[in-house]
């Protein structure tokens, strides 16, 4: 059995310390908001080298936060990508705001800049179908998913001319670089998740908002307290969102490690890479377009799509801490029961794109609005992957997957 995630492996390697830890917090019966937040933000700062890094209650959260410190109002419109964990939408939503899916580009998986300018320009379809006043945009989240950067210098570019705040969904991408820059430092904000299967993992929720202007920084500070500044005196209705005192106390001691446990990760993805190649299944793709009707799609059949490194290339000055390894298929829900039945590791993120979901039909989207995150949804699979997974293992993953797929 080879599990996708071994967090007992990883508390092992660390358990007198972190117990330690959480222990002089017991010992101080201060649990809100006290030394260990302090000295784990203080951290975070320096390992990010952000201006100001703020911990809140979860990677939700810090989305909400982020977006609250902006004014986003009922009836404004915000960026985002459809190939994402649903917070990412929800936070928008949560404010009455809407969101505006633009479809990833097919080889990162991530927001493209290039269909962001399009549809600023009014030149898309998706523009022309939408017809958004452009005055009621007021922001981008890109998400930097699975463990890579968006690119953010044109993302950065079409914010500055188009007025538009950037809040990087950093939630899965902690330690990752584009350009030498850290993810969460590049946009106004950075939001960041600390959910238990993160690479930086708490034993609960947990998240943290980075921000760049001293101004937003005081002001998402008052928010997650109520919005109340001196106490009980309210100057912005604000929630209820503190990184917990033991979550910290976890975090401060995890965190010492993360650059080990992410070169291992990422150490664990080339030697993925380098066995498929050995094994001739791997195919190139180049897109598709007629992903909607998957029968008839472009997307190389028998073959294995590996994950590339694009802004997380080390030529590009970047690194990606492959918080998912992620290949595609075209057979995927095959390779999934597949590995099922074998007993090793497996998740499909995500099945369904955001611009269709349920939720969000009112909003007017066809499948086809974002044919590359609706490809990803039917052919990306994630396969095992921790700092503890041995290389033996990762040799049976693959000789597995060469079986199903020859
Ligand atoms: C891309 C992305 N955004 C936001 C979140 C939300 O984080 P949390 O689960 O800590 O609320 C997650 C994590 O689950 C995520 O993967």
Not at 1 to 24: C, F, G, N, T
Not at 64 to 81: F, K, N, Q, R, W
Not at 356 to 373: H, K, R, T
């Amino acid at each position: 059995m080879i599990p996708l995630l071994d967090l007992q492996a990883q508390y092992r390697s660390i358990k007198k310390e972190v117990d330690d830890s959480i222990h002089k917090v017991l010992d101080s019966q201060y649990f809100i908001m006290g030394e260990s937040v302090k000295d784990f933000e203080k951290e975070v700062n320096r390992y990010t080298k952000a201006n100001h890094s703020l911990g809140c209650a979860s990677g939700s959260d810090a989305l909400l936060l982020a977006l609250m410190a902006i004014d986003i109002e009922p009836g404004d419109y915000v960026i985002t990508s459809p190939f994402t964990f649903f917070a990412t939408a929800g936070a928008i939503s949560r404010l009455g705001a809407i969101p505006i899916f633009i479809d990833i580009e097919h080889h990162s998986f991530n927001i493209d800049p290039e269909k962001i300018r399009e549809f600023l320009e009014g030149e898309s379809d998706l523009a022309k179908k939408l017809q958004i006043p452009i005055e009621k945009i007021k922001a981008i989240i890109p998400v930097h998913l699975y463990g890579q950067m968006a690119d953010m210098d044109p993302i950065m570019e079409i914010a500055k001319e188009y007025d538009l705040f950037v809040i990087e969904d950093a939630a899965q991408s902690i330690g990752s670089k584009c350009k030498g820059k850290d993810a969460g430092t590049i946009g106004d904000f950075g939001c960041f998740s600390f959910f238990p299967s993160k690479n930086l993992g708490a034993y609960g929720d947990g998240g943290l908002i980075t921000v760049k202007n001293d101004a937003l920084a005081e002001k998402t500070n008052i928010l997650r307290l109520h919005g109340a500044k001196p106490k009980y005196h309210h100057k912005y209705v604000g929630i209820n969102s503190r990184l917990d005192a033991i979550q910290a106390a976890v975090l401060s001691v995890k965190l010492k490690y993360l650059n080990e446990w992410s070169q291992r990760r990422n150490e664990i993805a080339h030697l993925y890479n380098s066995l498929f190649q050995e094994s001739g299944l791997v195919s190139e793709y180049e897109g598709c377009s007629e992903c909607e009707s998957h029968s008839s799609c472009e997307f190389p059949d028998g073959k294995i799509v590996l994950p590339k490194e694009t802004t997380g290339a080390p030529e590009e000055n970047g690194f990606h801490i492959y918080h998912q390894y992620t290949v595609r298929v075209k057979n995927r829900d095959g390779l999934s029961e597949f590995l099922d039945s074998e007993k090793i590791g497996n998740a499909v993120y995500y099945p369904v794109p955001l611009h269709i979901q349920e939720c969000f039909s009112d909003l007017g989207y066809a499948a086809e609005d974002c044919p590359n995150a609706v490809c990803a949804s039917r052919t990306a699979i994630s396969l095992p992957i921790f700092p503890e997974l041995a290389d033996e293992q990762v040799k049976e993953v693959a000789r597995k997957i060469s079986q199903f797929m020859s």
